[in-house]
Every structure is written in C-alpha cells, then in structure tokens.
C-alpha cells in the first residue's frame, strides 16, 4: 500500500475521475464538491482515445481541450482535461502504461500549477494505478463505483481485472457502493467500506413541496404519468419499458435524460403514449418528477447492475412519490416504502398497485431515508473513516 505516514497535505486531493465534471452530476462532482471548504481539489476528467471522435462526434472537442489548462468549476475546485491518448488501454496492458506515463507528464505539471504539494489520490478509474504510481501523493483511496469489467466496449475483462485487483491492493482505503461490490474487494483489502450513492437531498425534495410547478413540458399530458430520469443507457431495460407503455396505452411514460450513444429508441418512440424530453439540467428535474406520478427504476438485469448503487433511485426517494424498481441488492433495504418487482409482468402490477394505492405514510417514509441518503451524509461517512484508517484530523 502507499506510504501514508506524511498526511500534512491530507486535505490536497488529486481526484482521477472517470467522467467530466459537466454536464451531468454523478457521484463524483457530488463528493468532490462537498468537501469542506479548506479542501482543494485538483479534478482529472477521463482522456478521450484517439478513436472516440470517430466513434461519438461529440467528443471532437476533448481533441484540444487540454489546451485550456486549470478551470475552476467550484470554489475550492480546479478541473483539468488531459490529452488524447491510445485506443485499446483497457485491452492490453502495456497500451495502459504508454496512455497512464503520457498523461502523468501533464497532470504532474497541473499538479505543481495548482500547488497542491504531494496530495491525496482520490480514484473512480481501475485502470489508474500506472497513472497515480507516476505522481507523488500522500495515500490512495480508491471509490468502487462500478463493476467495470462488465462495461461493453473495448474492454478485455482479464486484463482491467488485473489492473483493478493490483489497485484495490495498493490502495490506504476503498470505498464500494454496493453490497456485491464489498464482498469482493473487502476480500483483497480489508480497509474496505461501503458507502452507497446519494442525493442532492435539497433539490430532488423540491418536488415534494405543492408550490413546485410541473415542468411546462408534460404538464398536460395525459395522466397517470410513469416517469424515469437518467442517462438511457444499455443498461436501462428498454423491453420492460416498452411492454409498460405498449400494454397500458392510457397511461404516459416520460423518459428525462439524455440518449447514451449507440442505444436504439426507435421501437419505443413509435408508441404515442411515450415521451423523450432529452437532457434537462439537474436543478430542472424537480420539475418534472413533480409531474409524475409513478417513477421507476428500469435496469436490465446483469452482473453490471447487480453490483449498482443507482443514483436516480435516491433521489427519487428524496420526492417522497411511489417507487417501482426492479429486484436488485441496493434497494432491499428499502422494500417497507418502494415496490420491488421481480420480473416484467409484476413490475406492471407493481405499477398498478402504486397507483391505486394510499401513500401518506409511505411517502413521508420515503423522504426520510432519502434525507438519509445525502450527499452531505455520504460525505461525511467518508471523512469519518479516512479520519479514522489515515489519522486525518477532520474539521
């Protein structure tokens, strides 16, 4: 494990992120930005491939976007977008070594402008001890978000398996979101804890208050509303999706976010009752939950998503409106106050059953463990262990 015995610059993080801090939220701006404020943080967005341009031509910009240096996106903040690098570093390893020494080159010297003297690694890539054993730091922490070796893609599952067990291995403290995820990499190191995903608490319960409008978009539409909000990825269970508009033809299914590249729409945009609103900014979404009036949390079963902590399930929480998700380990703990459905058909009768039913007291149940579920909860947690395993002196 790194040598942690110099933890003066403990509050210095160097967060190796694997999505860029905009546009959308996840739980890595979430935790990043509400460190306390005598935290700095030197955020490092994922490298594109020289491929991906090709792939998704909305990353031509990421081409350049190095270029720009150090960004400040939050008060104590400072983003930075790496250069391109090699294809196929998920396939084979020594591409991964070439792709992590090229940009430690550049994040050493974003390092040094940012002035954060040997700082905490703070990591979401598996891939990225080649990269962190290049920069000077204090300790690693390592969040698990993801079973990423069940991504699609050009991925070799050995070769990112190896390179993830060596990280969880090397890493001072892992943190894990979901129960499956625990089990095994608790088995590699033992400085291992589960912290779930969270909720921006404030804003999500927004839509709990009368005085929030519907969002204009779908304020007349048909009722009931069945709703879903996030990112439509491959993972997302578009069948179930289809069979709960297609067989209720009086119902309306909203879907707010953005279309993940490569994923077809087109079966479910041909039924007249289903509604894509495209991305909306995080503090729009209470707007439209406000409009729904079921919201559900459609994932395709798999061993991606067996080891989940879904994002939008806590903020749906945070609403207070009845919840029907699928059977999956994060949300067992939450069956007195969401429907949990086991297959398709009983995920429509589920949904029925929510609507039919009265949820006063649900609701209200649902919105406290969503204020348990916080970001500034989550935060804390993390801070409270890191303190403990790494003698931090927390403020």
């Not at 546009?23 to 991906?52: F, N, W």
């Not at 054993?133 to 993801?146: A, G, N, P, R, V």
């Not at 429509?348 to 970001?375: F, P, Y």
Request: glycine fraction near 4%; aromatic fraction near 10%; hydrophobic fraction near 40%.
């Amino acid at each position: 494990m790194t040598n942690s015995s110099n933890n003066n610059n403990s509050k210095n993080i160097l967060c190796i992120s694997s999505v860029d801090w905009f546009p959308i939220p996840t739980r890595k701006q979430q935790v990043m930005a509400r460190l306390p404020g005598d935290y700095r943080v030197l955020y490092i967005e994922p490298p594109i491939t020289l491929l991906s341009p090709v792939k998704d031509r909305r990353l031509f910009f990421k081409l350049t976007a190095f270029l720009t240096g150090l960004r400040e996106v939050e008060e104590n903040v400072l983003a930075y977008s790496p250069p391109p690098v090699l294809p196929f570093g998920n396939v084979y390893r020594w591409i991964n070594r070439i792709n992590q020494w090229w940009q430690s080159l550049f994040i050493k010297n974003q390092v040094k402008k940012a002035g954060l003297k040997n700082p905490a690694a703070w990591t979401y890539m598996p891939n990225s001890l080649d990269l962190i054993k290049k920069i000077e730091h204090s300790f690693l922490i390592y969040d698990c978000i993801d079973e990423h070796a069940e991504y699609k893609g050009f991925i070799n599952k050995d070769t990112l398996l190896e390179m993830e067990k060596e990280l969880v291995k090397e890493s001072n403290l892992v943190f894990v979101t979901a129960p499956g995820l625990y089990k095994t990499r608790k088995e590699m190191n033992p400085n291992t804890f589960l912290i779930p995903n969270g909720v921006n608490f404030q804003l999500f319960n927004q839509a709990a208050s009368p005085e929030m409008p519907a969002a204009e978009e779908i304020k007349d539409i048909k009722k009931p509303v069945i709703g879903f909000v996030g990112v439509i990825q491959e993972w997302i269970d578009l069948e179930l999706i289809y069979k709960i508009a297609g067989e209720n033809p009086g119902w309306s299914v909203v879907m707010v976010g953005p279309v993940g590249a490569g994923v077809n729409v087109e079966k479910l945009k041909s039924l007249p009752n289903v509604y894509f609103t495209g991305a909306k900014k995080p503090e729009e979404l209470p707007q439209y939950i406000r409009a729904f009036d079921v919201c559900i949390n459609p994932f395709r079963p798999s061993k991606l998503t067996e080891n989940v902590s879904p994002l939008k399930f806590y903020e749906y929480l945070a609403t207070g409106k009845p919840v029907v998700t699928v059977d999956m380990p994060a949300v067992k703990q939450y069956k007195d106050c969401v429907y949990i459905a086991s297959h398709h058909r009983d995920f429509v009768e589920k949904i029925k059953l929510a609507l039919s039913a009265q949820e006063s007291a649900s609701r209200e149940k649902r919105i406290s463990e969503g204020k348990k579920c916080s970001w500034e909860n989550r935060v804390a947690q993390m801070l409270e262990i890191k303190e403990k395993m790494l003698g931090d002196i927390s403020p």
